[in-house]
């Protein structure tokens, strides 16, 4: 700890619990003791992850601080409880429980069982220890993921024909359900899950496939309230499934939870799972994160997941940590090896990063969805490059943006992923769209992200919601949206269901698709991809190009065949720098000049050899007709690396450039030799009369 970061009277009364917040983890252990002159806090077991300088931490159980109402410390070794009463309180009148058990229901190898109506309440909880017989377990620490260690006050394993109807779990110090391995055909529908120490519902078995006996799978969660989870292990789920196969998470209100609100899978790179034709719709999801801990999403995928689809929810405010080691607030989030999923019709806004973010995978359709004015940009189209195939496919989706915040982030390449028709539209700034290489400090401009291959086929106009900056997204009937084939369909069936009754008195389908929302500090664009080298290189650029021409009308109309020998030299000095187009990103059109000055360049030796000693009116014509030929023909190369390679307008140009210039020099060199030693061999000899006349 810093010198004076921890007063002496934090460990006057015992050993206080200390809680570090990691990216994705919040440990908690106990601080047995602390060594001023060193500022070392000697702890209860090790740290699964590294602690870092600058990672917030804090003491919880602190005698010293009990000073305000409400407030309470246990002396677990006295076995006293102080409290600091309300000012209407008397002792008499005050009721106190502490529960004896961190678990309720335990059903294993029993099937055919139901609970309707009933209230599970006020369990006991634990420091969470891995049980697996791995790294964690062996040195008393839990996993780093999820709080999957942490148990279940109803617990299912080994069972068929498990369902819990209509009940409420509330002031629970654990997970409210959790199915284990070989569950099958089960359900937690129309349930209240409130005020809980970790997860809401979590559903993970074996990663085995669907002949397995130990399958877990078939479970329907359907039309429940799940909120103040992770009250005391932050990085808990709402509703979580691990290895599980067709699971449905359908019509689910999550909110005000510390860490991802629906999570699924349980395998990173590409490995092959059990986990496939799970289906997540219908959810509406708000403030979640709500700025504790990073890397977390409103929905977060995980894993190869064939089959699987997300529908037709809702998630707003998503909020990482907002401090300068924070990062994450997404709010679809498909992780490590993400691929094979179906990302369609959902609304996301309000977000403290994008909208949607891959890490990487592949084959993965996002289509017909809205990303609106999520502070650091609509999507993150992955940040691992370098892979031989495209993350997802992007068509048919309306990005809202405002204040030149960036439409895409991490566009490494035009191959990193595919985009075709999507509607783009900033509040403030309009047509003047950003589009950023990185996570926001190097933006292009959307001429030249169109260029470089990266926008395809787009509409720029305003999608016209009814109220975007209150947060109102439904669609006016003259929306453009409807030009390019996109469907609208209903917020409001997000999330419980209308008319339903959940747990003992919710009244399912009241909650507004927008309650709670409200708006994030936007980012803005940060940069401009090296302006001052951009604008450096184009002066450079355009001397070496204006002094090639230049030298080649002179050359043309003077019939000096060594100056006109050289031309292709020069002007590939030029084009050569070209071709690395990560700096040049100004209109395209500067590509297409330097395309025909290319093919100028080849033009002036087959006109020379043509017209040497005709008529300068000949040596025009036949000097435009070779440059109108060989336009096309390199356009027409031109169209080869951008349509089939698709590395992008300005790089196929850029690189036919070069190639074009390469080749005209190569042409001519023998040409250059020959005539450079018939000059050393025969120089020229003084005219008639020339030393007669001195």
Known sequence: AAEGDIPKEVFAYGAPTVRILHYWHDEMMFAESYDDATGRVKLSRPSTMK?????RYYFENVF???????????????????????????????????SAVTQLITIDGVNGISFENVVFECTDWELAVSKKGDFYSKYGMDSSQAAVDVEGAFTVSDAMDVHIVGCEFRNLGSTAVKFYDGVRFSSVESCVIRNVAASGVYVGGANVFEDDPSYTGDVVIDNNLIYDYGRVFFNAVGIQFTHAGNVSVTH????????????????????????????????????????????????????????????????????????????????????EGSSDMLVEKNLVFSCSSQGFNIHYGEGNTIRNNISALNAEGQVSVGTRGGEPHATAFYYNNIYLTDKNVPIYAYMYDASHFCDNGNLMWDLSAGKSLCFATDSGSSVLKLSAARSQGFIHNETVADPLFSDPSGFDFALGE??????????????????????????????GGSTAYNASASGLELSGSTGTNAAWFRTLFLVLAAALV??????????????????????????????????????????????????????????????????IGTSRKKRIVVFAVCVVLLSVLMFGFCLIPNNVMRIGEAKAISLTLCVGALAASLTVLPATIKTVRGDKKHPEKPAVGAEQNG
Not at 51 to 55: A, E, L, Y
Not at 293 to 300: A, E, F, P, V
Not at 574 to 591: E, H, M, Q, R, T
């Open 478 to 507: 003259d929306s453009p949206a409807f030009g390019m084939n996109f469907e609208a369909w209903d917020y409001a069936e997000a999330g419980t269901v209308a008319g339903t009754r959940v747990g003992q008195s919710f009244r």
């Open 252 to 335: 689910n209100e999550i909110h005000d939870g510390y860490y991802t609100a629906v999570s699924g899978g349980w395998c990173w790179n590409y490995d092959s799972t059990g986990t496939r034709n799970n289906d997540i719709s219908y959810n509406l999801i708000y403030n979640i994160g709500q700025g504790w801990l990073s890397d977390m999403g409103g929905i977060y995928m995980l894993g190869k997941q064939p089959g699987t689809t997300l529908t037709h929810n809702v998630i707003h405010n998503v909020a990482c940590d907002p401090g300068q080691g924070g990062y994450g607030g997404w709010g679809i989030y498909l992780d």
């Open 64 to 98: 010293s601080e009990m000073n305000e109402p409400g407030e309470w410390y246990l002396d677990a070794e006295g076995r006293k409880l102080y409290y600091v009463p309300a000012e209407d309180e008397e002792p008499e009148d005050i009721s106190l429980s502490a």
């Open 546 to 611: 204006i002094a090639a021409t230049a030298a080649g009308c002179f050359c043309l109309f003077r019939q000096n065949r060594q100056m006109i020998l050289a031309l292709p030299a020069l002007l590939s000095l030029a084009f050569g720098a070209a071709v690395y187009d990560k700096f040049v990103n100004w209109s395209p059109v500067l590509y297409v000049v330097l395309l025909i000055l290319c093919a100028c360049s080849g033009a002036w030796l087959p006109a020379l050899l043509a017209v």
């Open 51 to 55: 602690i870092r300088p600058g990672d």
